[in-house]
């Protein structure tokens, strides 16, 4: 049996494109696969949105660029992150766009380069804040130019006023661009900005999250029609005695209050289980739930069955569900007091990716 598996239903990743699609009727969509697609799996993810009608991919640097392309994905593709010397080249390698803020970055670019101009409607981190600078960036380009974004801060947030002045920027900046250029591609919802506001969609909408059927809002997917497509599971590897005063686990952040039953599982954060959990989560053992007791260790965690725990209700072998059905990753993030993207991009490679559904045949 595997330490670690996260099990990936393809088909959800092709429903939640199409979902995300409609509601952003008579744009395009660039199913963004970043962060090996949050965790889920890039090349399979990409595959699998692509054939649910998305007809950009995104990602964050030019190795991921350059690892789609490997793999026969092709199709547009945005790199939206920073890009200089050897990476540039990559990406321009894999036939990508790339995102510009800075009049010295264009001018190294060969009349081949496709670019999207980025202003900093409020982020604060890539992008030019001078709608001026924007503006020579644009008309610099030339041929180059493909596109124009920017990117949300608060999204997420419906209370938070601080989106709709971002939006009234970008508009007020790319209002008069998009008369001289009508066939500007022009973007910069993802996945909470597609459902939160139509004014915010566009020519073409960059979901997230949503595509993995997590909800953007950190509440419930199924409220937006969103399946989550992963299953992170283990096993019991070994069932002992805990008498009341034992402990388990580094620093003995555990002592049994009464004569109880352990169950060991073998995963940690060395599969990308956070120790951020400890003592804040819950697994399913057979549909039932349990309390993850101690401190999670590299390669184990344990959980406390109860003092009937040897009663053949829990047997070695058995599956333990960490996220899925009954534990969504929306849960075991409030609890570790963090965000479902962290919960799922966190898996590492020693988590084995089983990929399930027709989208993966």
């Known amino acids: 049996m595997a330490r670690a598996v996260a099990r990936v239903d393809l088909d959800a990743v092709a429903h939640n494109v199409r979902v995300l699609a409609a509601a952003a009727p008579g744009t395009q969509v660039c199913a963004v696969v970043k962060a090996n697609a949050y ?44 890009l200089d010397g050897e990476d540039l080249g990559i990406a321009l390698a894999a036939d990508a766009d790339v995102v510009v803020w800075d009049e010295g970055f264009l001018g190294t670019l060969p009349s081949t380069a496709r670019v999207h101009v980025k202003l900093d409607s409020g982020m604060g981190r890539l992008g030019t804040r001078d709608p001026d600078t924007a503006t020579r960036l644009v008309e610099q380009a030339g041929p180059r130019l493909r596109g124009a974004m920017t990117h949300f801060a608060t999204a997420d947030d419906r209370a938070d ?29 993802n996945s909470a900005a597609i459902l939160r506001d139509a004014a915010a969609h566009f020519d073409l909408v960059r979901p997230g999250i949503g595509v993995y059927g997590l909800d953007p809002f950190g509440e419930d997917a199924a409220a937006h029609d969103l399946r989550p497509a992963l299953t992170f599971t283990s096993h019991v590897a070994a069932i002992k005695h805990c008498a009341a005063g034992e402990s388990a686990g580094y620093g003995r952040r555990f002592v049994a209050a009464r004569d109880t039953v352990l169950a060991t599982v073998p995963v940690g954060y060395g599969d990308g289980w956070r120790r951020a959990t400890t ?12 309390e993850q007791v101690g401190t999670v260790s590299m390669d184990n965690i344990t959980v406390d069955l109860g003092p009937d725990g040897l009663s053949g209700r829990v047997a070695v072998g058995d599956e333990v569900v960490l996220v899925g059905p009954g534990l969504p990753a929306e849960e075991v993030a409030a609890r570790s007091e963090t965000i479902n993207y962290e919960v799922t991009t966190a898996l590492l490679p020693r988590t084995r990716r089983d990929y399930l559904g027709q989208a993966a045949r």
Request: hydrophobic share 55%.
């Open 39 to 82: 965790g889920h799996g890039a090349v399979a993810c990409a595959r699998a949105a692509r054939q649910a009608g998305a007809g950009w991919l995104g990602v964050a640097g030019a190795a991921e660029a350059a690892a789609l392309r490997a793999a026969g994905i092709d199709g547009p593709l945005l790199v939206m992150g920073s």
């Open 161 to 189: 006023a601080f989106f709709d002045e971002q939006l009234a920027r970008f508009t007020a900046w790319i209002g008069p661009i998009r008369e001289q250029r009508p066939d500007l591609l022009v973007h910069a919802a």
């Open 279 to 290: 003592g804040r989560a819950d697994v399913l053992i057979g549909g039932a739930r349990h």
